[in-house]
């Protein structure tokens, strides 16, 4: 009786156990591509590309560049989805590289910036960027390398820690129709970045077309197109990256 009795709880065990398993890979199944997206993931005349183990990088075509950032991916975003806006942002004279997170998460690679650094000693000034949990995640790294990184752009995010005591340029970037709007625009995301902090609301805006993908779930429909937006955030990343330092020549 008891031998059964254990039997029957071990099954039980390994049913939850299944549930668990399958739930899991379900939430944890990254947001579709789009096609442009892929399409993205060649060199152009103006900008060369490659793929480092994973690590997405864009650069200009002559290699003349001083300035680079990194991105970090929102949660189940897979990196290619912002492959043009880094695009876009590279052929204006920088170099991009966008890191992969452990299961889509930047909440496991905080540190992933480190290796994107170590890889280009060329470089001599770096910011990140980062949307959703990454931009919340990119905020983590940089309050813990505030020597290392002088610029910041928030894509549809805020600072979860605050950097208002830093020598940072901060920009925060969102959709008016973001669902999370309020939050990054409000009294604590304004507390906790430096006091100079800019932030660009833009106006039809939502979460999702701060990349290339689908399937973001409870974010309002956008009433701009995904390519307005898209240049949006790329002209005001720029400009944040212009006031670090000009393109090289």
């Known amino acids: 009786m008891r031998s059964r009795r254990l039997r029957t709880i071990g099954i039980a065990l ?12 379900w939430w944890l199944q990254p947001q579709p ?21 994973g690590r997405l990088e864009w650069a200009p075509a002559d290699g003349t560049y001083d300035t680079g950032l990194v991105v970090y991916p929102g949660a189940k975003v897979p990196p290619a989805a912002y492959g043009p806006l880094a695009q876009a942002i590279a052929a204006q004279g920088y170099l991009v590289a ?29 910011a990140m960027a980062g949307h959703s949990l990454g931009g ?24 979860a820690t605050d950097l208002s005591p830093l020598d940072l340029a901060v920009t925060s970037i969102y959709g008016s129709l973001d669902a ?30 701060m990349g ?22 790329a002209a005001a990343t720029v400009a944040m990256l212009r006031s670090l330092a000009p393109p090289a020549p």
């Not at 390994?14 to 890979?25: D, E, F, R, S, T």
């Not at 892929?38 to 183990?53: C, K, Q, Y």
């Not at 919340?136 to 600072?159: E, T």
């Not at 709007?181 to 039809?204: C, K, L, Q, Y």
């Open 212 to 233: 290339w993908y689908t399937g973001q779930p409870n974010d309002p429909p956008a009433t701009i197109s995904r390519e307005d937006q898209q240049a949006q955030v």
């Open 98 to 126: 966008i890191t992969p997170m452990p299961l889509n998460l930047a909440v496991f690679g905080i540190n992933q910036a480190d290796a994107v650094i170590a890889a280009h000693p060329e470089v001599e000034t770096w």
């Open 14 to 25: 390994l049913v939850v156990l299944g549930v668990l398993i399958v739930g899991a890979a």
């Open 33 to 53: 591509l789009l096609p442009q997206a892929t399409a993205s993931l060649a060199s152009t005349p103006e900008v060369a590309f490659r793929d480092v183990n």
């Open 180 to 209: 999370g709007a309020a939050r990054m625009s409000g009294s604590e995301a304004h507390s906790n970045v430096p006091a100079d902090a800019v932030f660009v609301e833009i106006p039809g805006g939502n979460h999702e077309q």
């Open 136 to 159: 919340s995640m990119a905020a983590q790294y940089v309050s813990g390398n505030p020597k290392a990184i002088s610029g910041l752009a928030f894509w549809a995010a805020y600072a």
